[in-house]
């Protein structure tokens, strides 16, 4: 998918990174990235220590040190 855009529709995002943001007590704004990588079908990679903390243990997010 390099070099491609792909568009989500807003309204899928929005509703289930409502959802995640809840579920997982991050932020709105953090979920938002999440939901759209999950309904993109592909996996999240972050920096972010702190989200990472909180959700790293969901299957679909990979630690960038850890990327290979």
Known sequence: MLGTVVL???GSVVVGAAELARRLTVSF????YLQAARDLGVQFLTADQAFYR???AQPDVIWLGDYR
């Open 29 to 32: 704004f953090d979920a938002c």
């Open 8 to 10: 989500t529709p807003p």
């Open 54 to 56: 909180q959700v790293g």
